[in-house]
């Protein structure tokens, strides 16, 4: 079975961070039968025996870049089978992109209450169009009078109090598209 996994604040080769050898290494030595660097942010695809074992995988990786490079930022799991179910899901096709600066999902604990998330920033900034299963879709915009445009990951870790990564949406369509198998 394949799996994803999204790591908060991982840049490969940055400090506590692991190299990209290191990063695939980790899950092959924690037990993935295969396992794929996916750009430079924490992002990694990889093959379990059972949907038992890749939690396993995930935990034991974890621990190794703990040891060996001082990684402590939590990382978030998913099939690729229910990633590949969201794109096909065309999430943001009302969105005009002209109209934002990103279309972004973010991912958190699957078991995350979602029901306190606010619609958005009151300034518009970011607007959640989605939020199921511990994945929020959200739109973030840059406004005129702000330096930069608006952070769904920095709102939403402050709204709900729980750690999180977001990812631009082209990420995940492109990850879906090389290691989904389908």
């Known amino acids: 079975m394949r799996y994803a996994a999204f790591y908060r604040n991982l840049n490969l080769g ?7 050898a290191q990063f695939e290494a980790a899950f092959l030595q924690a037990g993935a ?11 990694i695809a990889f093959e379990a025996r059972s949907p038992a074992a890749a939690p396993r995988i995930l935990a034991g990786a ?14 978030f799991l998913r099939e690729l089978a229910a990633l590949r179910e969201l794109v096909e899901s065309a999430p943001f096709r009302d969105v005009d992109p002209s109209t934002v600066y990103a279309c972004c999902v973010t991912f958190l604990d699957a078991k995350a209450d979602l029901r306190r998330l606010p619609a958005g920033l009151p300034g518009g900034e970011v607007e959640v169009t989605r939020a199921a299963g511990g994945e929020v879709m959200c739109v973030a915009r840059q406004l005129p009078h702000k330096k930069s445009a608006g952070s769904p990951n920095a709102f939403i870790e402050k709204a709900l109090g729980l750690p999180a990564t977001t990812r631009i949406w082209n990420t995940v369509v492109r990850l879906v598209a090389r290691h989904s198998g389908g």
């Open 14 to 20: 940055r400090a506590n961070s692991p190299g990209k």
């Open 33 to 43: 039968s295969a396992a794929a660097s996916f750009l430079v942010n924490g992002t």
């Open 62 to 75: 974890s621990k190794l870049m703990a040891d060996e490079c001082g990684l402590k930022e939590p990382a």
